[in-house]
Every structure is written in structure tokens, then in C-alpha cells.
């Protein structure tokens, strides 16, 4: 198992910007694909970005696609996920998460790990 810890959430006005990050530590973080959810209201936590254990590869929900920008430093072990232009609907709970490969996936059950989630909120 990993450990992870999201920072970086808190209140920000229509158009803002927030940089989250998630520390790592356990098994070797270079080593997993990793990713962003969030949970706004109810049980379901939604996809938001993913990126393989190198880096190279990135994908993303069409809701963030354009504003939010995932990346990992593999020296630090830590994962941001920069968020620009943000809009009330991107108000939620958002989570880390580490993957059991390092081939990217957006799949919630190929996730094995999780942070405890840090609250993002957007209103005028």
C-alpha cells in the first residue's frame, strides 16, 4: 500500500485557480499510474485525470479537459493536478489515488489506494 495526502483544497471564486498536490510514501510511487477523483453529492466518485508512472502519458474527464492539468514529480513523489478557469460544478470532495500499474487507466476499481480527499469550493 501507498499513503497519500491531498493538500492544496480550499475556497475560490468563479475563473480562479487552485493547485492541489498529493503526497506519497509506502511502495515506490514511480512506480504506479495515478489520479484525481472527486465526489461532489452522494456515493459516486467521478473520474477527473489520470497519468501513467513515468509521466508521458495524461488523459482526462471532458468536464476538466482544457482547464485542469495533471503531472507528478517522481523525485518528490508527489502528484498536482492544477486547475485554472474553475466553475462551480467543480465544487467536491477531490481524492488521490494510486493505481496497482503503471499503465494509465481511468478505471475507479484499478485504484488499490487513496487519500483521505481535500475540499474544493468555487462560488461567487
Known amino acids: 500500500q501507498v499513503q497519500l495526502v491531498e493538500s492544496g483544497g480550499g475556497l475560490v471564486q468563479i475563473g480562479g485557480s487552485l493547485r492541489l498536490s498529493c503526497a506519497a510514501a509506502?511502495?515506490?510511487?514511480?512506480?504506479?499510474?495515478m489520479g484525481w477523483f472527486r465526489q461532489a453529492h452522494g456515493p459516486d466518485r467521478e473520474f477527473v485525470a489520470a497519468i501513467s508512472s513515468s509521466g508521458p502519458n495524461t488523459h482526462y474527464a471532458d468536464s476538466v479537459k482544457g482547464r485542469f492539468t495533471i503531472s507528478r514529480d517522481n523525485v518528490k513523489n508527489i502528484l498536482y493536478l492544477q486547475m485554472n478557469n474553475l466553475k462551480p460544478e467543480d465544487t467536491a470532495v477531490y481524492y488521490c489515488?494510486?493505481?496497482?500499474?503503471?499503465?494509465?487507466?481511468?478505471?475507479?476499481?484499478?485504484?488499490?489506494?487513496w487519500g483521505q480527499g481535500t475540499q474544493v469550493t468555487v462560488s461567487s
Open positions: 509506502g511502495r515506490s510511487f514511480e512506480s504506479n499510474a
Open positions: 489515488a494510486a493505481s496497482n500499474s503503471p499503465s494509465i487507466t481511468t478505471v475507479r476499481s484499478n485504484f488499490s489506494s
